[in-house]
């Protein structure tokens, strides 16, 4: 039986803990902005899909000296590409295309792409969406790229791209992907990438501060953009906003960027309630999923420098990372001449951050980390933790019924077709009366922690010990017990 209507994530904007962590947290952006040379830098804290506390400090215009506001206006570069992707998977729930679908049935001039072998599969727009097309790493010429138009980039497909491997045999971050993905939204939408994204996610969200193009960003709000260079900055020319936008071009402010978040934040957890978000939640859950792993880094280090290694991956124009804690990071960084931004958040603790900076591929990634760090060891707050189902509770129940000795364990009927062919009776018995015997009396019960909706363990507690019983059920509705396992809690 499906568990219906888990409990949302608690509500915590209130939650004294996390106040209590924020003049701590702005001032260690404060200090890494002033150590980095930054011209100007915001930040927000994003709580249960809600701003609860931004900061700022410098300018977003020296010469003018225009102080930095919540309400500032920053290219976000590379962190774009999930908008981008948010379209993709719009376009797709309403049966518009198909992640599968090659992309050269919506760009005809990819169709005589030469791959490196002949036997290669061509380009889909999954692979588009998760840097295994094919193409090579290019971020130093992709930033150079924004404001080509479609002419132009269709000529790169027109003359024949190339490619670093075939596609879908490894990853490799491609801003001329996200640039495709732009050129595909419009042909599918009838909209170009901008129109689309505005009418569909922008504008359904209140992103009203939010711009496409620096020219039509008011004169007070806009950052611009400086390189640190002689021990002085230097500032950097805007690109107008073109083909390449896609994949890096979007401005916009802390307070309109946290309502995307809110996005992310609120998909969590799956649930039957009505959906609010303009996509889908299960397909901003599906953006999330670590769709193409990258990397282990073993010599991975928490902010306070201790040993973590971490897994990385990529979704859809997000990246997904989890470390030796078990954390799971999800969010995106950017980086472009006169600019750095990056956001982060952790979905199973319903937290979040953003920073801004006007200043060529500022670090700001670096810093959320050691915010989100902060947070968390200041805070002791928990993790949400998934409500077991009806059907693992009641399969508890009756499991405890038949412990230690199993009796009538044969005819009870919660037990799999396989169990008592992997499992046997006397065997079980002898097991769980010795375990018993050394936890002595069970005093109580414990709920059932579960692992997903059909796998879990519970407790026994015991007045000299503490039994761990695992058990996973079968497909099959009702779900049986088709494992079990039993022992001495560590």
């Known amino acids: 039986m499906p568990n219906t209507n888990p409990p949302p994530l608690p509500t915590r904007t209130g939650s004294k803990k996390i106040e209590a962590t924020f003049p701590v947290i702005d001032k260690l952006y404060k200090q890494y902005a002033a150590d980095n040379h930054w011209p100007g830098m915001a930040f927000g804290i994003v709580v249960d899909g809600k701003l609860v506390y931004t900061g700022n400090t410098g300018y977003t215009d020296i010469d003018n000296k225009t102080p930095v506001t919540s309400k500032s206006d920053f290219r976000i570069a590379s962190m774009t590409k999930s908008l981008t992707a948010m379209a993709i998977l719009k376009l797709r729930d309403a049966g518009k295309l198909k992640l599968d679908d090659p992309a050269y049935l919506y760009i005809p001039e990819m169709k005589n792409n030469k791959y490196l072998t002949k036997d290669a599969t061509p380009i889909t727009i999954r692979h588009l969406l998760t840097h295994s097309a094919g193409f090579p790493e290019d971020n130093p010429w992709g930033d150079r790229q924004l404001a080509v138009s479609d002419a132009q980039l269709i000529a790169i497909y027109k003359k024949g791209v190339s490619f670093s491997n075939n596609p879908g045999q490894g990853y490799e971050y491609s801003n001329l992907g996200f640039a495709t993905l732009g050129y595909i939204i419009k042909k599918v939408s009838g909209k170009t990438y901008e129109q689309y994204i505005t009418d569909n996610i922008l504008t359904p ?101 201790r040993l973590c290694p971490t897994v990385s991956a990529y979704g859809y124009g997000l990246r997904w990372a989890k470390d030796c804690d078990n954390h799971v990071y999800v969010g995106h960084s950017g980086g472009l001449p006169g600019f750095g931004s990056n956001w982060n958040i952790m979905p199973d603790y319903g937290i ?134 039993i022992g001495i809690n560590p």
């Open 205 to 305: 969200l209140g992103m009203i501060h939010t711009y496409w193009e620096y020219s039509e960003v008011p004169k007070e709000q806009l950052a611009h953009g400086y390189r640190w260079l002689d021990n002085k900055w230097v500032e950097q020319p805007l690109l107008h906003d073109g083909a390449y936008g896609a994949m890096g071009g979007l401005i916009t402010t802390i307070e309109d960027f946290s309502k995307y978040i809110a996005v992310h934040q609120n998909a969590w957890p799956a649930r039957d309630d009505a959906e609010t978000s303009p996509v889908k939640r299960s397909s901003v859950r599906e953006m999330q999923y670590p769709w193409n792993v990258n990397y282990l880094t073993a010599n991975a280090k928490t902010p306070n420098g």
């Open 352 to 485: 979040g951050v953003i920073c801004f900076a006007n200043l060529t591929y500022a670090n700001a990634g670096r810093i959320n980390n050691i915010a989100l760090d902060t947070l968390l060891s200041l805070s002791h707050i928990e993790p949400r933790k998934l409500p077991a189902s009806q059907i693992l509770t009641q399969r508890r129940d009756e499991l405890v019924k038949l412990l230690p000795n199993w009796n009538n364990a044969k005819t009870s009927g919660i037990f799999a077709v396989n169990f008592f062919m992997d499992y046997f009776t006397d065997k079980l018995k002898a097991e769980a009366t010795d375990v018993y015997a050394r936890a002595g009396k069970i005093v109580s019960i414990g709920e059932v922690m579960p692992e997903n909706n059909l796998r879990g363990y519970f407790i026994l507690k015991g007045e000299k010990a503490d039994v761990r019983v695992n058990f996973t059920l079968t497909p099959e509705n009702p779900a049986l017990i088709q494992e079990y396992h």
